[in-house]
């Protein structure tokens, strides 16, 4: 090693030691992508009430959080359940990996979605690569649709529990609870309740401090030991 | 009067008689019309939680509901706080009269919108046609802006109640509470619970059976005995 390389690694430790006011590979953020597939009448709620928890997860530390997107068909807008006229970031071409996958509830998730194959294509693959995925009221029967529950516990919207067994009898179906976690596969009862599922997700990466100021920016009394809940092991 | 036009009153007397097979000004539904007033960095769920709640009344009695729709300046999209991309279904040109006006929270509701001559010109105007008005979050600084709230009781974003007392020291501001009704005045926390002026107006206008359908359907725990507030009578 050469006197000049080595100066060079005296001025290079000497970066790192100065830790925040030069960029270096350790200040890297962690960033996770958590993707949002919509179709035609995806409910309001459903949809801003998972992405603003998991949105909102930049202000809580800005060196490990989630980037959200949206992802229709074509990349272009889809109207909601209740009429307003949404843009997606993505086509189904062009998406990123998720490294979170939320798939919300539509009009269709009991019916036309399931028969939309590209829909179920893209959603397949999501599935696959997906670190986690979060199911928001009906959005539990695309994902049973995939097998991908097959053996494992699941929850739904409290009035599609029934059909998501009838349809799914191999998904073990719970009526007693809002939200399931059974691998990394996170279903929950959707509505207004579509905030918890994503407070659960957040709090499990990012722990206590993180969560508690995110549900306090919400207004949300998060308290996992207030939601009827199960964690399968 | 002739032979001939009695007997025309006489069949316009059945067929009102009918009742709700033939269409009669009697069975014309009752239609109040709630607008969303938004600007560029609209909080998701300020918006689309109220939202909700009003748009889904038609689904519980379609001769007495609301119509929901979003004003921007120009009609065109905003971008709301956490990124998405919505579209407005009015600007403030075209946009018809209020009967509920809801202001939702935005990235300027404390500084930029209150400097905004179009957007303040638009929502006093609109103010003062609606027959109630709600807040959702820091919403309550435009509507005391007006002057609508001088001498009244209200509240906001927790975090930002002693800023509303400090800019408007004529409004009585509740720290105590997460909704207060004041006269046509419903001005509440916001984030998770922007629901619950909604379910409130809800309840008052539509009854307990509906209020109970919509908030069933949206799996929310709705019950104003559990809701820390004020109404002023």
Redesign the interface.
């Known amino acids: 090693m050469s006197v000049h390389t080595s100066q060079i690694l005296s001025m290079l430790a000497l970066l790192l030691l100065a830790g925040d006011r030069v960029p270096s590979a350790a200040a890297e953020p962690n960033v996770r992508r958590a993707l949002f597939v919509v179709a035609e009448g995806v409910?309001?709620?459903e949809?801003?009430?998972p992405?603003?928890v998991l949105?909102?997860s930049i202000f809580r530390d800005p060196n490990d959080y989630m980037e959200?997107?949206?992802v229709s068909a074509d990349g272009g807008?889809v109207v909601t359940f209740?009429?307003?006229?949404?843009?997606a970031h993505f086509s189904y071409a062009d998406a990123p990996r998720a490294d979170v996958l939320v798939i919300p509830s539509t009009r269709g998730s009991m019916d036309a979605d399931l028969a939309n194959d590209a829909y179920m294509a893209w959603v397949n693959k999501a599935i696959a690569e997906a670190e986690w995925v979060i199911t928001v009221c009906d959005g539990a029967f695309p994902l049973a649709a995939t097998g991908a529950l097959d053996g494992r516990v699941a929850t739904t919207?409290?009035g599609d529990r029934e059909r998501l067994e009838q349809m799914f009898p191999k998904v073990d179906v719970r009526h007693d609870v809002?939200l399931v976690v059974d691998g990394k596969y996170i279903t929950s009862?959707?509505?207004?309740?579509s905030?918890e599922p994503a407070f659960w997700l957040v709090e499990h990466l990012y722990g206590p401090d993180h969560v508690a100021a995110t549900a306090r920016?919400?207004?949300?009394p998060w308290d996992l030991k207030t939601v009827p809940h199960l964690i399968v092991e």
């Open positions: 409910y309001n709620s949809l801003m009430a992405y603003d949105q909102h959200t997107a949206i807008p209740e009429g307003i006229t949404v843009e919207y409290p809002r009862v959707g509505g207004g309740m905030y920016g919400l207004v949300w």
